[in-house]
């Protein structure tokens, strides 16, 4: 499951890098990158307890991300914000591994691909 969300993440990050890249206005699909980037925010803090051992793996995803959208002022602060948001909103909660944070870990992969596909689908050029 991880792998295909990486396939589709991918597929989006090329898309991004054609998109409208305006200053600070929002993009139609921002709202859907802030979502993105809160997930990856989750997966790295959940990851990285639940010992899955791939460092900074989704901070990286992030960092692509905001390198292929190369949005400026504002909606690059809402990108951050919204992983830092994912981040700190699960190590506020999560100490260590349990079961619901495995259960976590598996829906936020699979809202993340879904989000990717759909991005993909209605913006690809």
Known sequence: MSTRFLAIFALIL???????????????????????????????????????????????????LIDAETPSGER???????FNRGYNGFQQTYRSCTPAATVAIRRYIEEGSKISRDLTARYAN
């Open 14 to 64: 090329a898309c991004a890098a054609g998109s409208v890249r305006a200053q600070d206005v929002a993009a139609p699909f921002d709202a859907d990158l802030q979502r993105l980037a809160e997930i990856l925010g989750g997966l790295h803090y959940l990851r990285g307890i639940c010992g899955s051992n791939e460092g900074n793996k989704w901070r990286n995803e992030m960092q692509a």
């Open 76 to 82: 690059r602060t809402r990108m951050i914000a919204g």
